[in-house]
């Protein structure tokens, strides 16, 4: 699945994204999830040799929501956990995996929340 940084279906090609979501989110009910950042179809290569985030690593807000950052630089050293490093330009892809999802999760109409550009 590939998600844009402005919520248009495409490849991000900017690297200061981020992504949201509801504790009630049935992906984030789900058994395992994982989201991996591709180029070209290899892994991004980044200075931490992250090459994905899956649900034990990120720290979750108070009400059980969940920010990601997706982007070039760190987001600073109290929000790297919940950051995975994306190319500093150029296209790249976003995979989300669902291990044992939910009934809801493998509705149709269910639709991933969008990756959103944050302001620079």
Not at 15 to 41: H, L, M
Not at 83 to 103: A, E, H, V
């Amino acid at each position: 699945m590939c998600v844009g940084c402005d919520q248009r279906p495409q490849q991000p090609e900017r690297s200061n994204c981020g992504r949201g979501t509801d504790k009630s989110e049935p992906a984030s009910q789900s058994g395992v999830w994982s989201i991996s950042a591709y180029r070209e179809n290899f892994y991004v290569q980044n200075p931490i040799n992250r090459f994905g985030l899956l649900p034990d690593m990120p720290k979750y807000n108070a009400d059980g929501s969940l920010d990601l950052y997706l982007q070039a630089a760190s987001p600073g050293r109290d929000k790297e956990s919940n950051w995975l490093p994306t190319p500093r330009s150029g296209l790249f892809n976003l995979t989300i995996r669902i291990y044992d999802p939910k009934k809801e999760a493998l509705d149709l109409a269910y639709r991933i929340p969008s990756v959103i550009r944050m302001e620079e």
